[in-house]
């Protein structure tokens, strides 16, 4: 019908077209159509402009602009989701993962590592906190071939029992670094690898080595159980929603077998050498603090060792990983700022030389154990895994204990 019609040939611009006969013949055809030019034309030819509504203030597209899939993330839990489709393969390439491997991974958020890792293992087993994500991951897999070979658990993996898994994948909520850490280092059966996105700092502390400005306890406790290597920087852009710092990829690998040592006992010894890890060991083992609690330790050690005829030291060997991360403030980025130096106060190291009897005593035991192992003028952040080593046993030797 509108192949009969001759064409209506106008210009908006120049306004200068028969507007009654292109009405007339809308009207015919079309009276719905010729209402819509009606109101189009007017608007135009009195210099008017068609506006874009603006969404309202308060929605939640305006309130909240970093988004997947509908989603608002919440930069306070931690939610920063991997976007960079490059970065996320490198990430699965360096973990080297089998196509038998069982994989966990930790704050999968809407899934776009997940993918990968189901591309590249053989199950996986997400533990996610928030309900909101779970149901996404569901709705994401739901109906593709990789939907049963994956596993979501909704808990706080802090407080969940983790299943077996061969390795670990995990852009981690950054708040708990320190305690996923050492929860994973204290998982059984002990896994292959673990390559987890750290915040950069905490990451660089992992990896400190003796010296190192950033070298503290964090660095001395995780080396002993796994060694760490750092993979790779990642920049703020290619998270949704941005964090306010840097990032970093690294790989943990347990130790096999575990070092012998009494885990309870090491750490004792290194919360007390970095509590000040700039001064010398000499100056930290003669503060009264330290030296009251040292002789405690061996009161109770030798009164137990005597009702229990020598068996209680052994016994206290048992493998303990616990100590070492339980608690997240201990082992957390801040823990050593970098602000000791030497010239600090040395704590009552005792010109109170006055003290007498036992105390007195005690104190030469403990300076006596230094002595005999050249550790007199060190200083924790230049000590090595074996001079730790080497330093408790000298302690343990003379009966003194830090646990």
Aim: positive net charge; hydrophobic residues 35%; aromatic residues 8%.
């Amino acid at each position: 019908m509108l192949a009969d019609k001759p064409p209506l040939l106008f210009s908006l611009s120049g306004r200068s077209f028969c507007c009654f006969s292109v009405l007339t013949s809308l009207r015919v055809l079309s009276p719905q159509l010729s209402l819509f030019v009606v109101a189009f034309l007017g608007s135009t030819m009195a210099g008017g402009k068609i506006k874009k509504e603006k969404p309202q203030r308060g929605s939640s597209a305006s309130g909240n602009p970093h988004y997947q899939g509908g989603i608002p993330f919440h930069k306070s839990k931690g939610q920063h989701i991997l976007k960079n489709p490059l970065l996320i393969d490198t990430i699965v390439q360096k973990a080297g993962i089998k196509s038998t491997d069982t994989i966990l991974e930790i704050g999968p958020g809407t899934g776009n590592l997940t993918k990968k890792l189901l591309e590249a293992g053989k199950s996986v087993v997400a533990v996610e906190l928030d309900p909101r994500m779970v149901l996404e991951l569901q709705r994401r897999f739901q109906g593709t071939p990789s939907f049963n070979r994956l596993k979501v658990i909704q808990g706080d993996v802090l407080k969940c029992d983790l299943p077996y898994f061969d390795i670990c994948v995990a852009n981690i909520p950054y708040q708990i670094s320190s305690p996923l850490t050492f929860k994973l280092l204290s998982h059984r059966p002990l896994f292959r690898c673990a390559v987890i996105m750290f915040q950069k700092e905490f990451a660089m502390r992992l990896v400190a080595q003796p010296g190192d400005t950033l070298y503290c306890r964090l660095s001395v406790n995780t080396q002993l159980l796994a060694r760490v290597f750092h993979l790779l920087k990642v920049g703020k852009n290619n998270f949704r929603p941005p964090p306010k710092v840097d990032s970093s990829v690294v790989r943990i690998e347990p130790r096999k077998p575990l070092p012998s040592v009494n885990f309870k006992e090491w750490d004792g010894l290194v919360r007390i050498c970095f509590n000040r890890k700039n001064k010398m060991l000499r100056s930290i083992f003669g503060q009264k603090s330290v030296l009251s609690l040292l002789e405690k330790n061996y009161k109770t050690l030798q009164a137990l060792r005597d009702s229990q005829n020598g068996s209680f030291e052994d016994a206290e060997m048992a493998v303990d990983l616990s100590s070492l991360g339980d608690n997240g403030k201990d082992l957390s980025m801040d823990l050593d700022d970098g602000q000791d130096n030497e010239e600090m106060e040395v704590d009552d190291e005792d010109g109170d030389g006055a003290k007498e009897g036992r105390g007195s005593d005690f104190k030469d035991k403990v300076l006596d154990a230094l002595k005999q192992g050249g550790f007199e003028e060190k200083r924790a952040s230049k000590l090595t895994q074996e001079d730790f080593m080497h330093l408790l046993s000298l302690f343990n030797k003379a009966g003194i204990h830090f646990s």
